[in-house]
């Protein structure tokens, strides 16, 4: 039968199981179909496509899939992303092209998908693959003599395109000045090099790795400097519900602990109502005896002040936890926090 492969999502085997039952289903379903694989352009994004491209492949030797570039309104403007609706700029173009047939899949970083909008009519995130590094890390522009944010002299300039990333570096270090920067993670560190204008970038992990630059990560961040962003290191895989055999075959790739664990902590993001400008974390694993336990911050835009709440559930409660959470928050200021921010 299906074993699992090295991140833990099953696969389908030459003797057959569950699993090749379930391709040879989809197979048939499809028929002569290719399967279009809907992605954005940036060179981050068309890895995690070509990822998800190759494990169907893998399940699926005769099955075709084609990996399908979309430039999003996300990634053409250079603005502050809240003048266009906030992360749900970087899905409209990809959610319209699922809905109306253009693709059949859509490959997203869930840590961009927004928790106060809806997902489309008609759609489902049928995988989540097992979950990557949450941990961000300090990326030193070429030539930095530093090695630890610890080191920095007041007054240093960093940058980062998160705004949960710069209130927590400005919870740790409320001397350093902590600027926005925008574009995809390659221009980024373009630009980190060649302007000189910043002392260093905060990053992704998981997303340095995935683009083959995890030999720039410099300082790895501990959780209790940096907590996550909801969905972070998880790769989704979005599709229509009424294609059942896209819908099973990619059920295939789904990581059963990474769906608990991005459940709870979506939960927590959407109670909490949160727009694209509010610094939210929120952090799920599972505990040796088997409990969730989900770790949710809210901080103001510069750090100065925060909501943390930590609590426990058993795995069969994913969706509780994660009300249960946002409601200590909100009993902590969260909800007068996030009403602060413009947006």
Known sequence: ??????KGNVVATKSGGPAANVADYAVMTLGDRVLRVGTRTSPMALHQANLVADMLKGLCPDLGVEVVGIETSGDRWQGDLAELGGKGAF??????????GAVDAAVHCVKDVPGDV???????????LAREDVHDAVVWRAGSRY?????LPSGTRLGTSS????A???????????ERIRGNVNSRLARLDAERQYEALVLGCSGLRRIGMDDRIGQVLPLDIMCPAVGAGVIGVQCRTNDPGVLELLRLLDHAETRLHVRAERAMLHALQGHCNS????????????QLSLIGM???????????????????????LGGYVAAVLARKGARNIIAGIPH
Not at 279 to 290: E, F, K, S, V
């Open 1 to 6: 039968m299906g074993k699992p492969s090295e």
């Open 91 to 100: 899905m409209k173009e990809i959610d319209r092209a699922l809905v109306l």
């Open 118 to 128: 809806p997902l489309a009519m008609g759609t489902t995130f049928a995988a989540y």
């Open 147 to 151: 090695g630890k944010l610890d080191e």
């Open 163 to 166: 705004v949960r990333r710069k």
């Open 168 to 178: 927590q570096l400005l919870k740790y270090r409320p001397d350093l000045h902590v």
């Open 279 to 290: 610094p939210i974390a929120g952090h799920c694993t599972t505990t040796m005896d088997g």
């Open 298 to 320: 809210v901080f103001t835009r510069e750090g100065g002040k925060f909501a943390y709440a930590h609590e426990w559930d058993a795995p069969t409660r994913p969706d509780e």
